[in-house]
């Protein structure tokens, strides 16, 4: 069992920047993926980031390329997810994720192969 908690979320203008932050506890994060997903009210659960659990591999939703960054620090158990030039389209709630274990090199965004979720951190994002 993995458990995921999710900060840093908040109000921001658009232009501005966010550090969101996941923690883990449970099983050994090291091994699993993560990502990272948002929902925008009426949407659907989109995919944003994710990173292999070596940290060398990552994946970015085109519409976050050049402006998001994701990180990982294995041993404080923690993913990150960096938002720079933050456009009002990207407010929704962000979703921290595992998936795993698995290959060092291997990432997703495929949301039925994340099997651990956190509650989730609001990020409101004003023009």
């Known amino acids: 069992q993995v458990q995921l908690v999710e900060t840093g979320g908040g109000l921001v203008q658009a232009g501005g920047s966010l550090r969101l932050s996941c923690a883990a506890s449970?099983?050994?994060?090291?091994?699993?993926?993560m990502g990272w997903f948002r929902q925008a009210a009426g949407n659907e659960r989109e995919s944003v980031a994710a990173i292999s659990w070596s940290g060398g591999s990552t994946y970015y939703a085109d519409s976050v390329k050049g402006r998001f960054t994701i990180s990982r620090d294995n041993a404080k158990n923690t993913v990150y997810l960096q938002m720079n030039s933050l456009k009002p389209e990207d407010t929704a709630v962000y979703y921290c994720a595992a998936a795993g274990p698995s290959g060092s090199g291997y990432t997703s965004s495929r949301e039925y192969e994340y099997h651990y979720w956190g509650q989730g951190t609001q990020v409101t994002v004003s023009s």
């Open positions: 449970g099983r050994i994060f090291s091994r699993y993926v």
